[in-house]
């Protein structure tokens, strides 16, 4: 099980660069239909503020879920390469739409777009997801966003995946708490992001045993067997699986599946920092911050404590180590230090220069990269050490701001090599966690459901 993100490293991989050439159809900013987003961006000061910087920042960050959406759903792309702009143009990521969902509210509410304009782009979103292929109500990892139906993300990787589905179903349960109080047509957009979520039957994905499993194949059954235990980045998945009020899972699933019985447990420190909690496959330093990011989007970590520790606690201590980190600079790469830090999964650079996916983290595929997504995903955690990145990233937008905010990767190390491309999974952090820092919006959203409180509440959460 300390290989549970491995999994997904290895397959995404494996299926970056060749993903599903039967997938066709057309794609292009003017075949959407709303108008993108302008070019046009902060002015240009001598001394732009914190604030001007992040309103920039997050501006930039939506134009991926914006501009760059799958064209015929409205979705987001799994990826997007500016060079490159047909590169799976309809390979829809189930786990980076909902993240786009919260991007979306967000752009709503700071007036990026018209408020029409953003509910014109969430019921286009949403009637997709509904006709899409679900399995027993939990939809792929990749969808075809001309047809909805199921891309592959590996041979037996070919139906229902938990995990991103959960990450879609915080995305959903902000859409219905955002909407649930406007006009007619909002109200009866609520509705169906509230219907969508309740009819993932949650309990199915246990095969009646005390745990949850990440994947099941209309082909292959429960073939991969993959079970969900911390400490990784699935704690989302238990918590909505509580909170289903038709297809609820029980707490001795949660305890004995996400929490390993108190196993998941450490009593190590780095940096004078306890990790609390055993990282999958990286006990020393703790796990890639996305870690710290994806369930954390609408979950509110702060105040969050379970039988058996702090998340506040737990996500600030491994964003602080990550910093960390990168102060040491064990390495001696170029470049590491105080205002430039930040390791994540990621697109990264091999051996001969070219863009590949690794899971950088620290003592642990390290090599000298350095992830956007990872310093400013921690906002919340970290405040001033992620403006201060944030500031490097911006001194240098010369090289690392593209057409749909900061690229995805960069390594100083090597000539200031930049990952010219996107991945929806780390645009959205960007954009969520920030707005999280500054207002809590997202997170405000998601905690006042009802439905999560009572999951939450039957787990033994308090918050």
Not at 141 to 154: A, E, K, L, Q, R
Not at 217 to 223: A, M, Y
């Amino acid at each position: 099980m300390k290989y549970i993100y491995s999994y997904i490293i290895v397959l995404w991989v494996l299926n970056a660069c060749s993903c599903s050439n039967e997938v066709q159809g057309p794609i292009g900013i003017s075949e959407l239909p709303d108008e993108p987003i302008d070019e046009e961006s902060v002015e240009e000061k001598p001394q732009i503020t914190d604030e001007e910087l992040l309103d920039f920042t997050q501006r930039e960050t939506f134009k991926y879920f914006w501009n760059f959406a799958e064209a015929n759903s409205g979705a987001a792309r799994e990826r997007y390469h500016p060079d490159d702009a047909t590169r799976d143009q309809n390979v829809v990521t189930t786990g980076g739409t909902g993240f786009g969902l919260m991007a979306l509210l967000i752009g709503i509410d700071r007036g990026f777009v018209t408020r029409e304009q953003g509910v014109k782009r969430l019921t286009k979103i949403l009637s997709f997801l509904e006709t899409a292929d679900r399995f027993h109500g939990v939809w792929p990892h990749w969808i075809n966003g001309s047809s909805g139906s199921t891309i592959p993300f590996s041979e037996k990787d070919n139906g229902g995946d938990l995990v991103e589905t959960a990450f879609l179903v915080q995305g959903l349960i902000c859409v219905k708490e955002y909407l649930q109080d406007g006009n007619s047509q909002e109200q009866d957009l609520a509705a169906k992001a509230d219907s969508l979520w309740k009819e993932v039957e949650w309990d199915w994905y246990t095969q009646n045993q005390e745990t949850l499993y990440w994947h099941w194949s209309p082909n292959f059954g429960f073939d991969i067997n993959l079970k969900l235990k911390g400490y990784n980045e699935v704690l989302i998945t238990y918590v909505l699986g509580a909170a289903s009020p038709d297809y609820s899972i029980t707490k001795e699933t949660y305890t004995n599946g996400w929490a390993s019985n108190g196993n998941m447990l450490s009593s190590s420190s780095q940096y004078g920092f306890p990790l609390i909690v055993k990282h999958a496959g990286n006990i020393v330093y703790g796990g890639p911050l996305f870690w710290a990011h994806y369930s954390y989007l609408g979950l509110n970590p702060n105040n969050l404590v379970d039988g058996f520790v702090n998340y506040s606690e737990v996500n600030t201590n491994h964003s602080r180590i990550n910093y960390q980190y990168c102060i040491e600079n064990p390495n001696d790469f170029k470049a590491y230090g105080k205002d430039c830090w930040g390791l994540t999964a990621s697109y990264s650079r091999d051996n001969n220069g070219d863009i590949t996916y690794r899971a950088h983290q620290p003592g642990n595929n390290d090599v000298g990269v350095i992830s956007p997504t990872a310093a400013l995903g921690s906002m919340p955690y970290t405040p001033e050490e992620s403006i201060r990145a944030l500031r490097y990233f911006y001194s240098h937008k010369d090289k690392l701001l593209g057409p749909a905010g900061f690229y995805d990767a960069f390594s100083p190390e090597h000539d200031f090599w930049v990952a010219e491309a996107y991945l929806a999974i780390d645009q959205g952090p960007i954009i969520v966690m920030i707005e999280n820092h500054r207002t809590g919006m997202l997170w405000n959203l998601f905690m006042k459901n009802k439905e999560v409180q009572a999951g939450l509440a039957k787990l033994g959460f308090s918050f």
